[in-house]
């Protein structure tokens, strides 16, 4: 008898072993002493000091049930971004709010959209709601409006665009993102994934907050993982209209933001010099990454956020692949990302400045060998 045939054991529901289970980004590299990681896009000066301050006076009230709502906290972000609180949910990092919105406005037959080398976990959430996942292609690495409104089909119920994108590093100008929006039906839900906001320093770039106040089928989703550097405490938050809130407030978990996580991110939001001496830190590297790699014959995709994505030649020699093992044999772990479409590029964090000298003269070691 089949394993899976009814009355042997539990078996999912449909669809799920379908699923490509996320792989995140390896963390070490076995026999290397010291190691640089820069496969997760984390903050290479780490934490505001008050915020580790706040997670030690939390760690003697462990016992403690956090509460629930973590008002201080939306009540925190509000403040800070000029918002109301109530229009305001907090979770466990940004991607369980992705994962609630899929769960809430998609059922089977429904349909998902986002872009060709968007989030891994747009696709994974469509398809665990029971929902159908969409791709629309994008133009020189960059979401594509007009290919996103020609996949909405009369089955579409929400639409993902990361802005700026990860792994591209790619942005649209908000003028774009309200064209999209004039284009959908007002049905659809559009999500705009700004994890990386903080790091864009174009004139013409929008988080979403004006949308997300004018519109009725607007969501804008956040993270303390990247500029606040709180990737392990897993915090992040959305503001959206009063309806989608009050839907995602019932389907959450209780408790699905710990004590630590909600102290952690008021530290953080209200430590303003830390979050500037982060974004001073990337603009400065991530210029020299994009200065010195092309000068090594290597291409990189223009980035606004706090990584950039190298290309390697088709020379069958340097591919991505070795680049990687060469890199990891010297202690320097980036991220591969063929599963999102690049099988021969690698993603690189902004690191401390010894990580990047070093990436950068290991990499012309490795093309001269």
């Known amino acids: 008898m089949d394993e899976n045939s009814p009355g042997v054991r539990p ?158 590093g790619t942005y649209l100008p908000f003028g774009e993102i309200r064209r999209l929006h004039a284009g959908l039906p007002r049905s659809v839900l559009l999500v705009l994934d700004a994890a990386y906001a903080e790091y864009v320093r174009k004139n013409d770039y929008e988080a979403g907050v004006e949308l997300v106040s004018s519109a009725e089928n607007v969501v804008m989703t956040r993270t303390f993982s990247k500029i606040h550097g709180l990737g392990g405490l897993r915090v992040g938050w959305a503001y959206g209209p009063s309806h989608v809130i009050d839907a995602l407030n019932r389907v959450r978990g209780p408790f699905n933001v710990n004590a630590a996580a909600i102290e952690a991110g008021i530290a953080a939001m209200g430590d303003r010099a830390h979050v500037e001496r982060t974004v001073l830190h990337n603009e400065k590297w991530l210029n020299w990454l994009s200065e010195e790699l092309p000068r090594l014959g290597l291409s990189v995709t223009p980035s606004v956020g706090n990584f950039v994505l190298i290309h390697f030649p088709e020379d069958g020699r340097h591919s991505a692949a070795a680049a990687d093992d060469y890199l990891s044999a010297r202690g320097y772990i980036l991220r591969r990302v063929a599963a999102y479409g690049f099988p021969n590029a690698l993603r690189m964090t902004v690191g401390s400045e010894e990580a990047n000298r070093g990436v950068v003269a290991s990499l012309a070691e490795f093309l001269k060998a």
């Open 11 to 168: 078996v999912p529901r449909q669809g799920i072993m379908d699923i490509a289970a996320y792989v995140p980004g390896k963390s070490n590299a076995p026999g290397v002493a010291k190691i640089h990681k820069l496969s997760s896009n984390e903050n290479p000066l780490g934490a505001s000091p008050a915020a580790k301050e706040a997670v030690r006076r939390v760690a003697e009230k462990m016992e403690f049930y956090p509460d629930g709502s973590a008002a201080r906290l939306r009540k925190a972000i509000a403040e800070r971004h000029a918002l109301n609180p109530e229009n305001i949910i907090c979770s466990n990092g940004s991607d369980e709010v992705i994962g609630l919105l899929t769960q809430t406005y998609l059922g089977p037959g429904d349909e998902g959209v986002f872009t060709e080398h968007g989030f891994l976990v747009y696709k994974i959430y469509i398809q665990a709601a029971g929902g159908m996942p969409v791709i629309a292609k994008e133009t020189d690495r960059t979401a594509d409006v007009d290919a996103i409104l020609a996949a909405v089909t009369p089955r579409t119920r929400i639409v993902f665009i990361a802005n700026p994108n990860n792994p591209t």
